[in-house]
Nanobody, 113 residues
């Protein structure tokens, strides 16, 4: 099982980023996927969840209305579209395969002027 995140970077407040997580080593379409984030000195926080077929999504209150999780099972990729970014969104973002607790290496998102 391998999960590889990308798409992080430095963005100004109010800006947007799209994170990607490419999966390999398992049948991606079978599994619920999640995005988490961890800011310096804080615990890892669940950001968004998407079911295996993409029918249902769920978000942390802190990102609801600004972030959108989606997936492309043919490309074995889960995405996190982040809009209206705030400085408090600064963190390392991780994708997770829920079953088996597999994680990627993370991608840094920094929101700063």
């Amino acid at each position: 099982v391998q999960l590889v995140e990308s798409g992080g970077g430095l963005v100004q407040p109010g800006g947007s980023l799209r994170l990607s997580c490419v999966a390999s080593g398992f049948t991606f379409s079978y599994y619920v996927m999640r995005w988490y984030r961890q800011a310096p000195g804080k615990e890892r926080e669940l950001v968004a969840t998407i079911t295996s077929g993409g029918e249902y999504t769920r978000y942390a209150d802190s990102v609801k209305g600004r972030f959108t999780i989606s997936r492309d099972n043919a490309k074995k990729t889960v995405y996190l579209q982040m809009n209206s970014l705030k400085p408090e969104d600064t963190a390392v973002y991780y994708c997770q395969r829920v079953d088996g607790n597999y994680w990627g290496q993370g991608t840094q998102v920094t929101v700063s002027s």
